[in-house]
């Protein structure tokens, strides 16, 4: 059995974390939607994890990685309030990175921006928060 990659690990964690707050999941329509790609048919306000990258970041003897992941809140058209509050509310649950991860060991996580912006062809308001953080491999 392969260790799992150190990208869906840190997805799982922050999925679970995310998952278990109530004042999120009232933030996102009475449950906590993130997903790795819109749902057909979904009405805002739910999240999906946008662009990630991972980076090897090893020293000495411990394997690491550097990661850069985006989460896009998706809010309806002049809502940008309602997408920066759910942004937000993720960020607060970010503060402790006490996170378990499978296969990994979170070393740092921090929330490197929080930024708003209007999707030009649906109108849709759109909070984008961007997570680094480094993963060690057990």
Do not use: K
Request: proline share 5%; charged share 25%.
């Amino acid at each position: 059995m392969t260790d799992p990659c150190p990208l869906l690990a840190l997805r799982a964690g922050l999925i679970a974390r995310f998952s278990a707050d109530a004042a999120l999941a009232a933030l996102l329509g009475g449950r906590v939607r993130l997903y790795d790609e819109p749902p057909r048919g979904s009405i805002p306000v739910y999240a999906v994890f946008g662009d990630a990258e991972i980076q090897d970041d090893s020293v000495d003897f411990a394997e690491r990685h550097r990661h850069r992941h985006d989460i896009a809140v998706i809010a309806r058209p002049g809502s940008v309030r309602t997408a920066l509050d759910a942004a937000a509310r993720m960020a607060a649950l970010l503060a402790d990175t006490a996170m378990p991860l499978t296969g990994c060991r979170l070393v740092t996580l921090r929330v490197r921006a929080i930024e708003a912006h209007r999707d030009a062809r649906t109108g849709e308001a759109r909070a984008r928060l961007t997570l680094e953080a480094v993963t060690e491999t057990l």
